[in-house]
């Protein structure tokens, strides 16, 4: 009776410990409140890839709604592109002309001193039935770069001090896509090892 | 003749151990050198990057003062032995290797085949600093590592300044958020099942990020767009 009951009372001061250090772990709130109740799916990493391959198809895309600076837009905004022509491999078409491509605002630099221009980082081009993994999703779009004026300058004003300092004020031109410009992204049919191959 | 067979024995047992101590100290700089080949390779490789990129490790504990930091133009990633040391597993490795890789890779693209790139990341090393550190995320969860992983390594490393509006660093807490942010939008799963949540340097994070992370709620729940002003 006596081990029973010491068995019973290490149980509890075990639980009891324990529940102490639970309370001591700070809890994010921050996912409790918003990201507890949502379906999130894992990224899956891409791992099976095999470049023997070389492989490429071309796909020209362009923007559907221009932006006309960095500054109206934000990160992760999503955005669309449409395929200029039609995209074949292997003699079939594998994406038809004025396909509606989702993508997102990965990445915003802003223009910065020194000519340094802005960029708008587009990525997570969506097609459908192309495994995302192989495609080449990063496009960058970079505004006017003022530094190739701004160095040479800075460095020819060396010998009259502040003067190559007030260069550093130049700021770079803004990030802007209309849809004219042709967007080329890159698809490696190939590009997984054999086992996965995509169907196409 | 007793005596200098006596003192030939005593050189040879002495230098046996310094053989020893030297041939210690290469196989682990070996074995750290093949960990850091790796990570950076698989960092490249399931990122897609055609770019040559080669990973160094370097005992050294700090770079010379007087040596020019050649990291944005000879396309190599160093990892010294004074970073080295604060990794505690591969994704805190990778978290280091994938931000030195985005510099790397920067510098193969635009004019002079990515000279420009180059002296623009030197010339503005506060603004590619944030953004090494979100494509740096981007990197490391293709490869399958933990991205708080990054955020563990930065709060361990990166020493908190008093101000950063005319220093050419950013403030560590504001990295800190920023990176947080971006996985909070991008690849939520990794809070939401955290593999971190009892280790200490991210409780530390936590706990050092409160005001920051109340500023990101606040943003969320008015729907604004705005980027956060984190302190």
């Not at chain 2, 790139?117 to 969860?141: C, F, G, R, T």
Request: glycine share 4%; with cysteine; charged share 25%.
């Amino acid at each position: 009776m006596n081990k029973l009951f010491g068995i019973l009372l290490i149980g509890i001061l075990c639980f009891a410990g324990c529940s102490v250090f639970a309370s001591e772990i700070i809890q994010d709130e921050l996912v409790k409140e918003f990201l507890l109740d949502k379906q999130i799916e894992k990224p899956e990493p891409f791992l099976n890839y095999n470049y023997e391959n070389t492989d490429v198809v071309e796909i020209k895309l362009a923007i559907v709604d221009a932006i006309k600076s960095e500054n109206d837009i934000y990160e992760n905004q999503p955005v669309k592109f449409r395929v200029l022509s039609d995209v074949h491999y292997k003699g079939r078409v594998i994406i038809k002309r004025n396909t509606i491509v989702p993508a997102k605002v990965d990445v915003i630099i802003r223009s910065g001193m020194n000519g340094i221009p802005a960029s708008i980082i587009f990525g997570n081009f969506e097609f459908e039935g192309i495994n995302k993994h192989l495609i080449s999703d990063r496009y960058e779009v970079r505004g006017q770069d003022r530094s190739l004026l701004v160095f040479p300058l800075k460095w020819a004003l060396t010998f009259l001090p502040p003067t190559g300092s007030l260069t550093n004020f130049i700021k770079g031109g803004h990030a802007r896509i209309n849809p004219k410009k042709v967007v080329k992204i890159y698809y490696h049919p190939k590009w997984i090892m054999n086992n996965e191959q995509e169907e196409i | 003749m007793i005596k200098k067979w006596i003192l030939l024995l005593a050189v040879v047992f002495l230098a046996i151990p310094a053989f020893g101590a030297d041939n210690n100290e290469i196989v682990q700089e070996q074995t750290v050198q093949n960990k850091i080949d790796d990570i950076g390779t698989k960092l490249l490789n399931a990122n897609k990057i055609q770019k040559r990129i080669m990973f160094v490790y370097d005992k050294a504990d700090k770079k010379s003062l007087l040596k020019l930091d050649t990291k944005h133009t000879s396309r190599r990633v160093f990892l010294y032995d004074g970073a080295y040391k604060f990794t505690e597993n591969d994704d805190e490795i990778a978290a280091f290797l994938a931000r030195e890789i985005v510099i790397a890779a920067k510098s193969f693209d635009e004019a002079f085949k990515g000279g420009l790139n180059s002296l623009e990341i030197a010339a503005s090393p506060k603004k590619y600093e944030v953004i090494a550190d979100k494509l740096a995320v981007d990197l490391m969860v293709n490869a399958g590592y933990n991205p708080l992983g990054l955020i563990t390594y930065i709060n361990k490393t990166v020493p908190q300044r008093r101000y950063d509006f005319i220093s050419n660093k950013n403030l560590a807490s504001k990295r800190l958020a920023f990176i947080y942010e971006y996985i909070y939008n991008k690849y939520p799963y990794f809070l939401v099942n955290n593999e971190y949540i009892e280790n200490e340097h991210y409780q530390n994070f936590l706990l050092n990020s409160q005001s920051n992370r109340r500023l990101l709620m606040q943003k969320i729940k008015s729907g604004s767009t705005e980027k956060v002003k984190y302190e």
